[in-house]
Each structure stands twice: as C-alpha cells, then as structure tokens.
C-alpha cells in the first residue's frame, strides 16, 4: 500500500505529461485486488498531492469564465457546450474514446444527451409536482422550481444526496426568464486537493489541480426566480406548513478541475456538477468537497421592496390567458409583496369574479347586464349555502378536480379580502365582499359580526352602501336560520326585519329587488309561515326585478326554483299566479 | 344463550315525487341496521330523523351532506340522485318519526324499532 501511494506521488510531481499508467500496471508485490487499489489511489492521491505541496494556483478570471460558461450553457439548454465544460461528460466521452485529433465529438453525438439527461433528470427533484390548487405559484406544478428547505437533493443515478451547482442555473430557472435568468459574481476562491479519476481503460488513476469558486447567483427577476421555503424554515423540525419567498442569491461552491488537456481531454478546464457514483460509496472523480449549495446563503425579495415587479406581475396576471395562471402570478407576487395594496386588490377582484363565473356555469341562466350578473349569482350562492352546499364543500385538491372548484376559490379568497380590509379599512365594497364569503363558508359568526361592524362605519349619507351592508346582515340572520334549522331562533324575524330596513332605504331597483326578495325568503322559515304574505313580497321582487337591466324571464324564474322556494311554490295554489308567469 | 345479531339488516328509504318509500319500516333493537336512502328524485331532500338517532353512534357514507350536533346525527342532505347509507344499531324501542325539512316538502314516514325477544338485556 505505501508502495502504491509513494510511486504516484513521484510521478504526479515529476512533472507535467507523465504516464501513470506503468505505476499500476507494475506488478505489485502483494497481490491485492485491482478494485481495492483503484480504491485506495483514488483517496489518498489528492491528499498526498496536497501533502506534496502542489496544489496550483488560482486564476479567478479563468474559473469564472468556465464557470459562467458552463452554468449559462445549462440554464440555456445548450447541451453541447454544457457537455464540453462538463468534467464528468467528459469522462464519459474519454470513455468511449470519442475525442479524435484532440477534438470534440460533433455536435450530434449522442454523448451531449446522456450527459444533459442525467443533469434533467436530477434537476427534475426540485420541480414541485405536488398541486395545491388556487395556492399554486406560477409557472405552477411541473415547473415550478422550489428549493424547499435546500436539504441535499437526491440523484436517483447515483443513489446520493447532492447539492450540486448547476440545480441553481438549471433550465427550469431560465425557461421563463431567458435572457437574464441569473447572474453569477465571485465570491471566495481556493484551491482543493487534487481530485483523482480512473484513466480511460480504468487501468490507473489520474489527477488533476482543483480549486474552487464560490459565487453569489442573483436572480434578477422575483416573477421568475425560483422559490423555497422562507428564512429559518429550513430548521424547523416539524412538516408544518411553511412559509414560501423568492429566492433573491444564494451562494454557490463550483468545483474546477484544470490542467486537462495535459491529460488527453480537449479543453483545460471543466466545471464538477454531478459526480458519478465510484466503488464503494465514493465519487467519480474523487474529491474532498464537490461544491454546491453554501449552506445558509439564501436571501429572498422582499417584503415589498419589488415595487415594479409586483406592477409587473398584476399586468402579467390581467393578461394571462386562464384564471388559473393570473391566479397563480398573484400567489407569486404576494409572496414577494404580501401587503401590497394594489395586488390585493386585484386578487380579490379576480378570484370573487372567479367564484361568480363558476356560479354562472352551474345555474346556466345567461345574464347581460354586468351588475345584475353579479348580484344574480351572488344570490345563487347565499341559497347553495344554505341548502346542500355541495359545490363548496370540494377542493380541487381533495376532490380530484382538474380546475379551481367554488370552494378553492372561496377559501383562497378569504384571506386576501382580510389582509385588504386590514390594510384599507375603507373599501367597504371589499368588507361586503368579504362578509359574503363568511356567509358562504357558513362561518356564522363572522358572517354576522362583519355587517354590523361595518353599519358602524358607513356614513349615514352613503344610503346605498348601507342598503347593501343591511343585506349583507339580512342574508347572515336568515342564512343561519336556514342552515341550523332552529326555527325559534329571533335571528329569522330580525332577518325579514333588516331586510325592510334596506329596502326602506335604498333606491336603486337592484337593491330593492334584493331586499324584497331577501324578506320573502326569510318567511320559508317562519313558523308558521304566511304564503300570502311571501306571494306580496315574491311579487315586489318581481316588480323591482323586471325593473333592473338585463333582465328576464327566465332569470326571474330561477329566482323560484331554488331549494328553499321550489317546494312552498309549486304546492301551495296561492303562487299560481306568480308561477304562471314563469 | 341467545346472541345479538352482529350482521346488518338492510332497509331501503327511496324519495320519489316528494315521497318516502315506504314511509314506514321496522327493524329490532341490537340488531345493527344499514339505512339505504336513495333521492330517485331532480330536488334535494332531507333525511332528519326524530330521536331514532339521538346519542347513537352512526356511520355515514354516500354522497350526501350529514349533519351532526352535540346530541349526534341530525340530518343528511341528499342531492339529486344520490345516496347515504347510515349504520347504526337500534337501542331503544318505540316509533320514531323521520321527516325532510325542505320548505314545503310535506314529507314524513316512521320506522318502529321493535324488541329484540331473543336478547339478553
């Protein structure tokens, strides 16, 4: 064994383009396995180079150029050039004896796809598959890539965890942000102990100067940067739900081998990304440190210090071709811009007209006019709510649904509306909003204590957004009734009586529509009920209801043919009149 | 020694044209009973039973929407066309009025729970 190990540092230090094959092909005194030489060379070469004092020196300049060449040529999809600075390609390519004259393999050799395939198929652990709906971040599942707690990466080729540089100017970083996906900006430089790796026959051992680079890789863009769990997380012992950020730069460790061509290769210097798996639990090359990830290192955007790029991201989300994807952009922005009063806004905005959209889909009852959609839907939900709420009681997720339900969209909403309401107090049509989605959660205290709050708040001169906050109330009372079944309960009366209290005030027909049809359908609930009075107020509505834009017949129909009214009715001839006009 | 008998007896509730199918059925105390209810009709319905359930542990399945209380089960909402199926194990005898709760849904049956002759109390 010492044999071994002295004859190769004597001929690793005599000088550039010695052989090394002679050293092992010697006959040995002591007969050991071939394996367990190789083994054996492979980790005390470098230390025993190091020992010798040859260790190189370090020109900055020349790393980074390979560096950024290599990383560039990744994040690009250049499969050829990565391949040619990748050391581990290669060796794979000095396998297979593909260098000829000195010279690369031609740019359609199937060798670039082997060594890109291994690199995407590693890449591919931190693209997040998992869907969660409306909480998704763009470019969403499949794409997405998210570094998660930086824990080492698992390399299925090599059966090891890894935190290999190129993970963080992978493709998937770059596919969405082409032409700046990231910069690269030295750090820290130093040299390493020489890493060894099994000739090309495997007949003996090579070694080749190391050094190392460590750079700090910024990303220039927080709507297409990647993503991790956010500052500390990452020591969190338990798999509670984290918290998410942009990742902003992260330190990374790049590992340069050089002096190559000395060795038969046809470039100098060429980066380690993703060692390959040696005997007995080490690496090909050998190396003391193979870089990566610097533990730690991570910053992230914001909060709200990415002012142009939330702007960015809302115009991103206003144009995107689906709901999903607009909603997805906002999760993003949000993550960099959480109190953004302007991205609220427009989540809100998107994700109630989401819910109002899907309303439209389910009923089938077209609508014109935009106002009278809205509050025509609005209704549609306040009755499923009440009823058999079975369209809010599915996620996407858990329902196996392939696009957003009523219920992802309604629990996604309710914390935007919240964090908007406690960053302007003052849209009160945002507070309306967010009273309904209490309502249409069934969470009944909310649903009952955010109207009354708001009465409160609303000048008495703004009549109409006082009407519209006693509905909201109204809808509470009669909806908890609806639900509980406690008929005894006084909220039904108050209910029928908030409602009155709207209608005497508003002027606007929708409105009174609203709100006659609102003390109507509380009376399904009153014991005992009075069908002639519900008839005189089902045909107020109606009046105020033919008085709106846009609409119909057939939508005042509708109005009838819910759980609650259908059944009182269609068996109770005191309607017929009201039924005949359908 | 005569046994409770541990195998569910089956008994099937249809709702058709805003009707319980029977609207009357019997089944016997400790003898565990699976309720198939079926709304065969385009409307929800409601199963809400009256004291049968009370403070009885039940299992529901199906795709309709039960509720529960402090006192236990309380009512299942059936979509159209669907189907709950409640397991349960009867422990008092006596008639026991059920019933749909919808607005105007005049809906009602009763399923008398006889005794058990055979089982030692």
Not at chain 1, 37 to 52: E, G, M, N, Q, R
Not at chain 1, 200 to 223: G, K
Not at chain 1, 238 to 251: D, M
Request: hydrophobic letters at 40%; aromatic letters at 10%.
């Amino acid at each position: 064994m010492s044999t071994v190990r002295r004859q190769l540092i004597v001929k690793d230090t005599s000088g550039h383009g010695a052989d090394f094959i002679p050293v092992l092909n010697r006959p040995s005194e002591i007969d050991l396995p071939k394996w367990l030489i190789i083994l054996c060379a492979f980790l005390l070469l470098p230390t025993t180079i190091v020992w010798s004092g040859e260790t190189g020196s370090v020109n900055q300049e020349e790393l980074l150029t390979t560096i950024r060449e290599y990383a560039h040529a990744v994040g690009k999809g250049d499969r050829v050039t990565a391949g040619q600075r990748d050391f581990v390609c290669l060796l794979k390519m000095a396998k297979q004896q593909l260098f000829v004259d000195g010279n690369f393999p031609d740019a359609l050799s199937p060798i670039y796809e082997w060594c890109a395939q291994r690199r995407t198929e590693a890449h591919g652990r931190v693209l997040n598959q998992k869907d969660q709906g409306l909480d998704n971040i763009w470019p969403g599942p499949g794409m997405l890539v998210d570094f998660g707690d930086f824990q080492r990466f698992y390399i299925a080729e090599t059966s090891s965890k890894q935190l290999a540089p190129s993970f963080f100017v992978m493709h998937d970083i770059a596919r969405h942000e082409p032409d700046h996906p990231f910069s690269i900006d030295p750090v820290e430089s130093g040299t390493l102990p020489h890493a060894s790796f099994p000739s090309a026959d495997e007949s003996t051992v090579h070694a080749a100067p190391t050094t190392f680079l460590t750079t700090m890789v910024s990303y220039p863009n927080p709507l297409t940067a990647p993503i991790s769990n956010g500052p500390g997380a990452q020591d969190w012992a338990v798999p509670y739900k984290k918290v998410q950020r942009v990742i902003q730069s992260v330190k990374v460790k790049w590992v340069v081998l050089s002096d190559l061509k000395r060795l038969g290769f046809p470039i100098d210097r060429a980066v380690l990304d993703l060692p390959l798996a040696g005997p007995h639990g080490t690496t090909i090359p050998f190396v003391v440190d193979a870089g990566g990830y610097v533990p730690h290192s991570a910053e992230w955007f914001g909060p709200d210090d990415q002012t142009q790029a939330a702007q960015a991201g809302i115009q991103q989300a206003q144009a995107a071709s689906t709901s999903l994807d607009a909603l997805m952009q906002l999760n993003r922005v949000l993550m960099f811009a959480p109190t953004n009063q302007q991205v609220l806004s427009v989540f809100a905005d998107q994700l109630y007209q989401g819910l109002m959209n899907y309303g439209s889909r389910l009923n089938s009852i077209p609508i014109g006019d935009a106002r009278l959609a809205q509050r025509f839907n609005e209704l549609y939900w306040t009755v499923k709510s009440q009823t058999d709420r079975f369209d809010l009681a599915l996620g996407m997720v858990t329902g196996g649904k392939a696009e957003p339900t009523p219920a992802d969209y309604l629990y996604r909403m309710i914390p935007v509306m919240e964090a908007l309401a406690s960053l302007e107090p003052g849209d009160f049509q945002n507070r309306i909003h967010l009273a309904s989605t209490y309502r249409w959660t069934n969470d009944q205290m909310a649903a009952l204590s955010a109207p009354q709050e708001l009465l409160t708040e609303v000048p008495a001169e703004q009549e109409e957004v006082r009407a519209e906050v006693l509905l909201e109330l109204a809808w509470a009372r009669i909806g908890k009734v609806a639900w509980n079944r406690h008929f005894d309960d006084p909220d039904i009366r108050k209910g029928y009586d908030t409602a009155k209290r709207a209608f005497d005030l508003t002027k606007d027909p929708l409105n009174k529509f609203t709100a006659a049809y609102a003390m109507a359908y509380s009376l399904a609930f009153h014991v005992p009920r009075d069908n002639q009075a519900m008839l005189d107020l089902l045909q107020q509505a109606k009046d105020w209801f033919e008085k709106i834009p846009g609409a119909s017949p057939q939508s005042w129909a509708y109005m009838l043919e819910n759980d609650t009214l259908k059944g009182i009715v269609e068996t109770d001839p005191t309607f017929k009149s009201l039924l005949a006009a359908r | 020694m005569p046994t409770p008998n541990l195998e569910a007896l089956e008994v099937t509730i249809n709702i058709r044209s805003r009707e319980f199918r029977p609207d009357s059925l019997t089944v016997t105390v400790g003898q565990k009973t699976r309720l198939v209810l079926k709304n065969l009709d385009t409307e929800l319905h409601a199963f809400v039973p009256v004291g049968l359930l009370a403070d009885s542990h039940v299992a529901v399945s199906g795709n309709g929407a039960p509720q529960f209380a402090k006192e236990g089960f309380v009512r299942v909402l059936l979509p159209t066309r669907g189907q709950t199926e409640i397991e349960f194990t009867p422990a008092r005898p006596g008639t026991y009025p059920y019933f749909c709760d919808l607005p105007g849904h005049v809906m009602r049956g009763t399923i008398v729970v006889r005794e058990n002759s055979g089982m030692v109390q």
